[in-house]
């Protein structure tokens, strides 16, 4: 490079620029680079998008250097140009985040749906197998399978013995296996993790 251009100003360099003199870009990039590129890197983890983006302003600014002002400050410039880089690639970055965001909720939300519809069809299987069962054995599986009550608490509730509880829920479990080996797969998981 020509010690000359080093030598001059700012502004100076500028008007050669806006000439397309590559010596004045080349001096004002050995000027500045280093300065925007530290100011980039403390805005990203990876240095190389810092270095991204001190590059994007650098092509720009020889693409449109017919449009630059040397009256105006090309430092304050520079960094303004480095700064809405910087902001805009951030906010892509976001907007990028709050889409993948967005897509795991709907996948979530899509989960739940599911799991719900499946919960909805073992309530009517359920349903479907306990109306297979003697009035008495029916509410007392009920009571201990699907209300979670103790076998205590259900002998207290309809004055029976413990001993009768068990024998009932036995028979119930019993009844229902049976059925079960009648029913679609789907029946017969749902079926197994309710008597289980």
Same mark, same amino acid.
Not at 45 to 52: F, G, L, N
Not at 73 to 80: E, P, V
């Given at each position: 490079?020509?010690?000359?251009?080093?030598?001059?100003?700012?502004?100076?360099?500028?008007?050669?620029?806006?000439?397309?003199?590559?010596?004045?870009?080349?001096?004002?990039?050995?000027?500045?680079?280093?300065?925007?590129?530290?100011?980039?890197?403390?805005?990203?983890?990876d240095?190389?998008?810092?270095?991204?983006v001190?590059?994007?302003?650098?092509?720009?600014?020889?693409?449109?250097?017919?449009?630059?002002?040397?009256?105006?400050?090309?430092? @304050?410039? =520079?960094?303004?140009?480095?700064?809405?880089? *910087?902001?805009?690639? +951030?906010?892509?970055?976001k907007?990028? &985040?709050?889409?993948?965001?967005?897509e795991?909720?709907s996948?979530?939300?899509?989960?739940?749906?599911?799991?719900?519809?499946?919960?909805?069809?073992?309530?009517?299987?359920?349903f479907?197998?306990?109306?297979?069962?003697?009035?008495?054995?029916?509410?007392?599986?009920?009571? @201990?399978? =699907?209300?979670?009550?103790?076998?205590?608490e *259900?002998?207290?509730? +309809?004055?029976?013995?413990?001993?009768? &509880?068990?024998?009932?829920?036995?028979?119930?479990?019993?009844?229902?296996?049976?059925?079960?080996?009648?029913?679609?797969p789907?029946?017969?998981?749902?079926?197994?993790?309710?008597?289980?």
């Amino acid at each position: 490079m020509s010690k000359v251009f080093s030598t001059y100003s700012d502004s100076q360099l500028i008007t050669f620029l806006k000439s397309g003199d590559i010596r004045a870009f080349d001096e004002l990039y050995r000027r500045y680079a280093k300065k925007v590129l530290a100011y980039a890197k403390t805005f990203f983890w990876d240095k190389t998008e810092a270095e991204e983006v001190v590059q994007e302003v650098f092509v720009k600014i020889w693409e449109t250097r017919e449009k630059l002002n040397e009256e105006l400050s090309f430092s @304050s410039f =520079l960094f303004t140009c480095v700064k809405n880089r *910087i902001y805009n690639r +951030l906010k892509a970055q976001k907007k990028k &985040v709050i889409l993948e965001t967005e897509e795991l909720d709907s996948l979530v939300d899509e989960s739940v749906e599911e799991e719900q519809h499946f919960l909805e069809n073992r309530k009517q299987v359920a349903f479907q197998l306990l109306g297979l069962l003697p009035p008495v054995q029916k509410n007392i599986f009920t009571l @201990s399978k =699907l209300e979670g009550r103790s076998h205590q608490e *259900i002998a207290e509730m +309809l004055n029976i013995s413990i001993r009768t &509880v068990e024998h009932q829920v036995y028979l119930a479990k019993k009844q229902l296996k049976s059925q079960l080996l009648e029913q679609t797969p789907f029946a017969l998981v749902v079926g197994l993790s309710l008597i289980s």
